[in-house]
């Protein structure tokens, strides 16, 4: 089976998607763990984080480690349920800026069960 990769524009990305981009562009993180699936993980810096509260501890971790500022720069739907954000971070982190890929998996009830974050 050959996998898809249809862009589309962040504004067209499920609600679930822009919502957690949002939460936690402002580490808004009651929001950003609100759409995440019972079962969620989260894979960030070669770490995993598995359920609601161990990425509520890595999204506390992370919002106080460094300021930065994040600018989509393109999405792509990858099926009906797996979207890929790429973000433009620059700030005060080593190196000053970076490119990331935001790979989501949805649920069946439209939630985030996986992210995988990677540049």
Avoid: C
Wanted: charged share 25%.
């Amino acid at each position: 089976m050959t996998e898809h990769n249809d862009p589309v524009d962040v504004a067209d990305l499920p609600e679930v998607v822009r919502r957690y981009l949002r939460a936690h562009d402002v580490q808004d993180i009651a929001t950003a763990v609100a759409t995440l699936a019972p079962e969620a993980t989260v894979t960030d810096d070669g770490r995993t984080y598995r359920g609601p509260a161990a990425i509520k501890g890595w999204l506390e971790q992370t919002g106080s480690q460094y300021t930065y500022i994040t600018t989509p720069v393109g999405a792509e739907r990858h099926g009906p349920d797996h979207y890929t954000v790429v973000q433009h971070l620059e700030g005060d982190f080593p190196g000053g800026q970076v490119d990331l890929r935001y790979r989501f998996a949805l649920d069946e009830h439209g939630r985030i069960s996986r992210l995988v974050i990677a540049p």
